[in-house]
């Protein structure tokens, strides 16, 4: 485990050589909130509730999900592997004694854990700033059960990252499948606007999905709103982390074999 | 120096009319050999092609769906309904397929080629600079996203029942063409500082942003000083609301005064702003 942590330590340098862009990506964030208390304000004019949402809780759902949205940085490394894959870099991996599946995440849990400590500075001021409108659930058990699914939520996240990466050996370039997904997970997982304002049956299939409880369910936890049973979220993510490992696990033992080393 | 003098003497109106025509010509089978040339690299990479087709699709899809979820529990935001929401992305569709289509890629490569140097072989080609940096990474198969944006708007302008007349559609393409001329001023603008400042990440940043933020909420939620911010000083809030304004509402004066006056405004800082730039150019050293 010792060289994991070694990777984990490098690509904990690596950001703060470029903790610039993590600080102003951190400051940005409040175009979103920006955007958000914008839109909302004109929303609730003239109306108390909105898909279950005060205007409130729907502040603090928004500066919640931003700051969730953004602690998932794996996605950047799935383009990385993909480059690596398809220029025939990739071998770097394969001839070191260590699991790509494994530094994919060391690097992604150190990154997750140094914007982290930069956003939850942001986040706190935003927090500040709208503080008429931030209204976070006091009780303890919703933060443990929250931050329980999130990290469940992001260990999925990351494997399927690395999955999308892996499927570089077989269809060399996804680049617009990574965006497509990108657009696609950033609705579905509720980080776009929350979840409950679609229809009930919509909201109910949208649950049966993992990036439900990527940002969804611990942002409208912490918000104070319960959005199911906290037993079967923890169910459901276990069973999709269990999946998403077997899968790549299979699908790397078996493409793994088409990687040539001098680009494919 | 004989030549200039030679050059004024015989240049008369019908002579110099003549002139601005050859050179508009020049330019048009400039854009067509750009466009030539990335049609035949696109067909190459034919999934490629499609694949940034659907992607571009499904950011428009997605925001129909987030906005008809959110009418589902609202009747109107701000006097709008929720087919006068499909048209404002049905607009934003076609502005965005009209500018990735033409001048987005070259005028995003811009700073590159300031901070390595490579504007040098622009310049030193009998072309305007900006005019060869702008549209050489021209991409036609983006203009294929102008059909359901079409489509999206003819939709919403269907139910909301209004009778489209020739006049009606004249004011939408100008009022269209105007904010596809500001937005192309406005990235201009933003890419000119890296003459001075040489990287500009976090300006492009902010750009980002502030075009994700005019793509996802309309101008109309603006009140007050957030108005006059992104009408005015920053008029990212003007660029799909103005036209579907017209389209589904009478746009009153004032608006037509703000759009002319922040084009022409933002037209001038943007000439300015690269020619200031451009004397402060020192090549790769810059």
Not at chain 1, 13 to 35: E, H, P, Q, T
Not at chain 1, 82 to 100: A, D, H, S
Not at chain 1, 132 to 149: E, M, Y
Not at chain 2, 1 to 21: D, S, Y
């Amino acid at each position: 485990m010792r060289k994991y942590a070694e990777i984990a330590g490098i690509t904990w340098k690596s950001m703060m050589a470029y903790r610039y862009d993590v600080f102003a990506g951190a400051i940005f964030s409040i175009c979103k909130i920006l955007l958000a208390w914008l839109m909302w304000r004109v929303i609730f004019l003239n109306r108390e509730q909105v898909g279950g949402y005060d205007f409130a809780s729907m502040m603090t759902y928004y500066i919640i999900a931003s700051f969730l949205g953004r602690l998932d940085q794996s996605n950047g490394l799935n383009w990385q592997f993909c480059n690596e894959i398809r220029n025939g870099q990739f071998g770097k991996y394969i001839v070191r004694p260590l699991r790509p599946v494994l530094y994919f995440l060391s690097c992604s849990y150190s990154k997750s854990v140094y914007v982290f400590g930069v956003n939850i500075i942001a986040t706190a001021a935003w927090a500040l700033i709208f503080f008429k409108q931030f209204r976070i659930s006091p009780d303890i058990a919703d933060w443990c059960l929250a931050a329980l699914v999130f990290l469940l939520g992001m260990n999925f996240m990351i494997m399927f990252n690395y999955f999308l990466s892996i499927l570089c050996f077989r269809f060399i370039n996804i680049d617009g499948l990574n965006i497509l997904k990108s657009n696609l997970i950033e609705f579905v997982s509720g980080a776009l606007v929350p979840l409950s304002v679609f229809p009930a049956a919509v909201t109910k299939a949208f649950s049966l999905l993992p990036f439900y409880y990527t940002v969804y369910y611990p942002a409208s936890l912490l918000a104070g709103r319960n959005e199911g049973s906290p037993l079967a979220a923890v169910a459901a993510m276990l069973f999709w982390n269990t999946l998403i490992i077997v899968v790549s696990a299979l699908y790397y033992k078996k493409y793994v074999r088409k990687f040539e080393g001098a680009g494919i | 120096m004989k030549k200039a003098a030679n050059k004024n003497l015989g240049a008369g109106p019908a002579e110099g009319a003549m002139r601005r025509t050859a050179r508009i010509v020049k330019y048009i089978r400039l854009l067509y050999v750009f466009m030539k040339v990335k049609l035949n690299k696109n067909m190459m990479y034919s999934f490629n092609f499609w694949m940034a087709f659907i992607t571009d699709l499904s950011i428009f899809v997605l925001q129909v769906a987030m906005f008809s979820a959110i009418f589902l529990n609202v009747g109107t935001i701000n006097g709008w309904n929720v087919y006068q929401m499909i048209v404002f992305i049905g607009t934003f569709t076609i502005l965005d397929s009209l500018y990735m289509a033409t001048y987005f890629f070259g005028v995003l490569s811009i700073p590159e080629k300031i901070r390595t140097g490579t504007l040098d072989q622009y310049i030193l080609r009998p072309v305007g600079t900006l005019f060869y940096v702008s549209f050489e990474n021209i991409d036609p198969g983006s203009l294929l996203l102008t059909v359901p944006g079409i489509m999206m708007v003819a939709y919403g302008v269907g139910m909301l029942g209004i009778r489209i007349t020739l006049g009606a559609i004249a004011g939408y393409t100008f009022l269209l063409l105007a904010m596809y001329f500001l937005m192309y001023c406005l990235m201009i603008i933003i890419r000119s500082f890296a003459f001075r400042l040489v990287k500009v990440d976090s300006f492009l940043e902010i750009e980002g942003e502030l075009v994700n933020f005019s793509f996802r909420v309309p101008g109309i939620v603006f009140r007050g000083v957030w108005k006059l911010i992104f009408y005015v000083f920053l008029p990212y809030g003007l660029m799909a609301t103005i036209p579907v304004q017209f389209l589904t509402a009478a746009l009153e004066g004032k608006y037509w005064l703000l759009v002319l006056g922040v084009c022409t405004v933002f037209g001038f800082l943007c000439v300015f702003l690269w020619r200031s730039g451009m004397k402060h150019y020192g090549s790769a050293s810059s």
